[in-house]
């Protein structure tokens, strides 16, 4: 979730630097009131609002399978405005009653929490953490979703961080997953969640061992801003000698797998364009993070600033590509990759409880 360590963030942002871009400056301050309730968010600001009635009324790519990278981009390029494109994704998110669902439950579950904690701890059940990269080296990122662990054995699950390589390739890293699985023969049932990069490590994971009959313990999958497709930050880095150069010089300075970080990569012949043929016994969550231009970090505008040239992005990876097509999807409005507004903890935890009613309500 929070990907790489300072000096990759630098690194990648150099890309953006060097490129020549405009930016516009408005000549006066405006001033909106963010009081607005609707699209099943609160506290909307008035621009918030216009951008999705925008969307709303907007007649291409009407229902959420028919969104796709092609259609976002093209509305960048005929409005010259990100913000509508990133408002059409989370439009067509909430038009599926699934996924409106999923927040009305979300809504009314956070607040039985926020009281009352349910006990899962009969169940045994294990959330199994697929982390980001250099989550070894800088815990305090939370790519090692130690919040996340904290919570659920705050419900009585066992929680655990799967001991992938930091930056392993994810065909490397599938085979620790596919290991770790089949050795958890004392618990019930296991939730993956995975964060960022771990999410591209366990969708080939799942190409890889999906359907031998040890993996049928693996119910659920909670997708947290996954980089289910790779970056094209990373493809880029890789096409350009300059930053290819540096980036290889600051991998092997630090012992770090350069292979790793380019199994990430997008693109036609990437690993990770691959489509994914989901387990039948498998739930999957999406959280997506989708920022409006203003909301976006210090940490993450070089790169989104970037990756704008391709379409609406979270700061890493393209709203395109972010969520896993057959699974439940929760859009994260205003966040990017780095989560400048952390989700209420009760929320969080609402997932989870989510994930058991689900899945695992028969154990």
Request: aromatic letters at 10%.
């Amino acid at each position: 979730m929070r990907l790489a360590r300072i000096a990759v963030l630098l690194l990648l942002g150099s890309l953006a630097c060097h490129v020549d871009r405009k930016l516009e400056v408005p000549e006066q301050t405006r001033v909106v009131k963010c009081e607005t309730n609707a699209y099943m968010l609160k506290g909307l600001c008035d621009d918030e609002v216009e951008y999705l009635n925008w969307a709303a009324k907007y007649p291409g790519m009407p229902k959420l399978a028919d969104v796709n990278q092609e259609g976002l981009h093209k509305i960048v390029q005929d409005t010259k405005d990100v913000d509508r494109a990133a408002a059409v994704y989370y439009h067509r998110v909430i038009s599926e009653s699934r996924n409106r669902e999923l927040v009305e439950f979300l809504d009314r579950k956070q607040t039985v929490i926020a009281t009352k904690k349910p006990d899962f701890s009969s169940k045994k059940l294990l959330l199994a953490l697929a982390p980001g990269m250099f989550y070894a080296d800088n815990p305090q990122t939370g790519a090692d979703g130690q919040e996340l662990r904290t919570m659920a054995k705050e419900l009585g699950l066992a929680e655990a961080v799967i001991p992938v390589e930091q930056t392993g390739t994810i065909e490397t890293n599938a085979t620790i997953i596919c290991n770790f699985v089949k050795s958890r023969d004392d618990v019930q049932g296991i939730i993956i969640a995975s964060l960022s990069k771990g999410s591209g490590d366990f969708k080939r994971a799942i190409q890889k061992c999906g359907d031998e009959p040890y993996f049928k313990k693996v119910r659920a999958w909670y997708n947290i801003v996954g980089i289910n497709k790779g970056s094209h930050l990373i493809t880029d880095i890789d096409q350009t000698w300059q930053y290819k150069m540096e980036a290889r010089a600051y991998f092997c300075w630090n012992g770090y797998n350069w292979d790793g970080f380019m199994s990430m990569r997008a693109g036609a012949g990437a690993p990770l364009e691959s489509e994914l043929k989901i387990p039948q016994q498998m739930l999957v969550v999406n959280v997506v993070a989708v920022p409006l231009f203003r909301f976006v970090t210090d940490r993450a505008r070089p790169f989104y600033e970037y990756l704008i040239r391709y379409g609406p992005n979270d700061g890493m990876t393209l709203l395109a590509d972010s969520a896993i097509a057959e699974g439940v999807t929760y859009v994260s409005w205003r966040n990017d990759h780095y989560f400048r507004f952390p989700i209420y903890r009760p929320r969080m935890q609402a997932f989870l409880v989510y994930i058991v009613e689900k899945k695992f309500a028969d154990l």
